[in-house]
T-cell receptor, first 116, second 111 residues
C-alpha cells in the first residue's frame, strides 16, 4: 500500500518556540493531505485540510495563525506550530489520499510534541 | 462531526472471532463505511471499507446491514496483535476524503 512518512517522530521544545512537522507521501502524489491532533485517551481530531498549491482549510476552532500549513508540492505538506505552549503538547498525525472516488486515507506514524 | 457510534470497549479471546459493531443510522446514500484501527502511539491503519455490499480482505470482513444503518467488522481469528482502538467512519466520495473520527472501540484480545 501507499506510504506516508512523518518526521520527526517526537520533539521536545521550549515554550514560545516554533516546531515544524513534515509529512511526505513516498510513493504517490497527494493533492490533498490532512492534519489531525490527538490528546491522550481521546480520538483523532481533524485540524485542517492541506491542498497543494493553495491555502489550507481549517476546521472550526483551529487557529490558522498558530498552526501554519504549507503544501508546496504533491508529496510534501508541513505543519508549523508557532509560539508553542504546553497546551499544544499533543500527538499530531498527517494523512494523504490517492485521490479519486471513495479512496482510503493513508496515515503517517505521528509526531509526539512535548512543549516544556 | 463523527456520524457513528461504537461501544467504548470490548474483549475477545485469542483465536476467536471479534465482532465490532458500528451504528451509522444517519448515513447518506453515497457515503462509504471505513474501518481503521490504531495501536497505541501509532497512526491509524486502514482495514476495510464498503458501500452496501459485504466486503472481505486479508484482514477482516465487513458486514453492512441492508438498510445501511449499521455495520459489523469481523476479525475472524483474533490475535494479541489485534489489540487496538477500532474506528468506524462514514464519508461521502469526492469530498477530499475528510474523515471525522468518533470515539472508537478499544478491543482487548485476551490470551
Amino acid at each position: 500500500g501507499a506510504v506516508v512518512s512523518q518526521h520527526p517522530s517526537w520533539v521536545i521544545c521550549k515554550s514560545g518556540t516554533s516546531v515544524k512537522i513534515e509529512c511526505r507521501s513516498l510513493d504517490f502524489q497527494a493533492t490533498t493531505m490532512f492534519w489531525y491532533r490527538q490528546f491522550p485517551k481521546q480520538s483523532l481530531m481533524l485540524m485542517a485540510t492541506s491542498n497543494e498549491g493553495s491555502k489550507a482549510t481549517y476546521e472550526q476552532g483551529v487557529e490558522k495563525d498558530k498552526f501554519l500549513i504549507n503544501h508546496a508540492s504533491l508529496t510534501l505538506s508541513t505543519l508549523t506550530v508557532t509560539s508553542a505552549h504546553p497546551e499544544d503538547s499533543s500527538f499530531y498525525i498527517c494523512s494523504a489520499s490517492l485521490g479519486g472516488s471513495a479512496e482510503k486515507l493513508f496515515f503517517g506514524s505521528g509526531t509526539q510534541l512535548s512543549v516544556l | 462531526d463523527a456520524k457513528t457510534t461504537q461501544p467504548t470497549s470490548m474483549d475477545c479471546a485469542e483465536g476467536r472471532a471479534a465482532n465490532l459493531p458500528c451504528n451509522h443510522s444517519t448515513i447518506s446514500g453515497n457515503e462509504y463505511v471505513y474501518w481503521y484501527r490504531q495501536i497505541h502511539s501509532q497512526g491509524p491503519q486502514y482495514i476495510i471499507h464498503g458501500l452496501k455490499n459485504n466486503e472481505t480482505n486479508e484482514m477482516a470482513s465487513l458486514i453492512i446491514t441492508e438498510d445501511r444503518k449499521s455495520s459489523t467488522l469481523i476479525l475472524p481469528h483474533a490475535t494479541l496483535r489485534d489489540t487496538a482502538v477500532y474506528y468506524c467512519i462514514v464519508s461521502p466520495p469526492n469530498t477530499g476524503n475528510q474523515f471525522y473520527f468518533g470515539t472508537g472501540t478499544s478491543l482487548t484480545v485476551i490470551p
